[in-house]
């Protein structure tokens, strides 16, 4: 059987466990079993052992998450043995037929960037989906700037902060054509001060800075910030997998968030419900 659902897709293990080769079980450790925790906590089954600690859920297949998985299984109809495989991960399939929530993005290109727009789009949509929200092409536009605003906008020196209602980001953020209030733009700039994004906006302009320099999970890193907005703490996430640490790493390595994350962000005006 072929997951289908985009919650679990992304992952080897879990197409491998919905055909019984072998089935997800007590003991197993990393994202698969974090995506399956995450699931049963979205349909409704607590796990507060499992999702209070650093990588939470944590991650790690245990009693608490066999009995959860039970739980769900006789609630299916299902031989309650704990583990997940064809039957069961079927059953999760069936569960999340769709994207519960959407987030649209508006794209406002000065330079090309290192990485490709496809693969910057692709990884963004990949980490956002593992949590049920859609993430959405709006439009995008080449800016065609004056000789003044090319000298303004080559380097932005303005320093990054939360509150953009002034200075260069302020200006580049009024560049080109509008998009809905609840929909967020993201440009892609030369180069910026120290930084390879920014997810600073003025209030009621949510919109994201990438730099031509930045690195494959930067731009889904900014519109995380848009999204978690300067109320949520930490700002970065101290473990490395996670999409909102301070230097997301550079490799294919699929981050992922946390429950306290994703709740932020599915709770903000620009998560559409789908």
Same mark, same amino acid.
Request: net charge positive; aromatic share 6%; hydrophobic share 40%.
């Given at each position: ?6 919650? /679990? ?12 080769? &072998? ?14 925790? /995450? ?32 739980? /769900? ?160 703490? &930490? ?12 230097? &997301? ?26």
């Amino acid at each position: 059987m072929a997951v289908s659902s985009l919650r /679990f897709t992304s992952s080897r293990r879990l197409s491998a466990a919905s055909n019984n080769a &072998p089935p997800l079980r007590h003991g197993a450790t990393g994202r698969a079993v974090h995506l399956i925790q /995450f699931s049963l906590m979205d349909l409704g089954h607590a796990m507060p052992r499992s999702s209070g600690r650093l990588y939470s859920p944590d991650a790690v297949f245990g009693d608490e998450t066999r009995a959860v998985v039970k739980k /769900f299984q006789r609630s299916k109809g299902l031989n309650d043995d704990g583990e997940v495989g064809r039957l069961t991960m079927g059953a999760l399939d069936r569960a999340f037929p769709r994207s519960t929530h959407r987030v649209h993005l508006h794209f406002r290109a000065i330079a090309a960037t290192d990485v490709r727009f496809e693969d910057a789009m692709r990884n963004a949509r990949t980490v956002f989906s593992q949590y049920g929200i859609d993430v959405a092409f709006g439009s995008g536009q080449s800016l065609q700037l004056r000789p003044a605003q090319k000298r303004l906008f080559d380097r932005i020196d303005q320093q990054c902060n939360w509150n953009m209602s002034s200075g260069e980001y302020d200006q580049l953020h009024r560049l080109g054509p509008p998009c809905p209030a609840n929909h967020i733009k993201v440009y892609f700039v030369k180069e910026m001060r120290g930084a390879l994004g920014c997810g600073g906006h003025a209030a009621n302009r949510p919109a994201a800075t990438v730099a031509r320099a930045a690195w494959r999970w930067d731009m889904g890193h900014e519109v995380g910030h848009v999204l978690l907005t300067s109320a949520f703490a &930490p700002v970065h996430h101290s473990h490395s997998r996670n999409l909102m640490h301070e230097a &997301p790493a550079n490799n294919n390595v699929i981050k992922v968030l946390t429950h306290a994350q994703v709740k932020q962000i599915r709770s903000h005006t620009c998560c559409l419900g789908a």
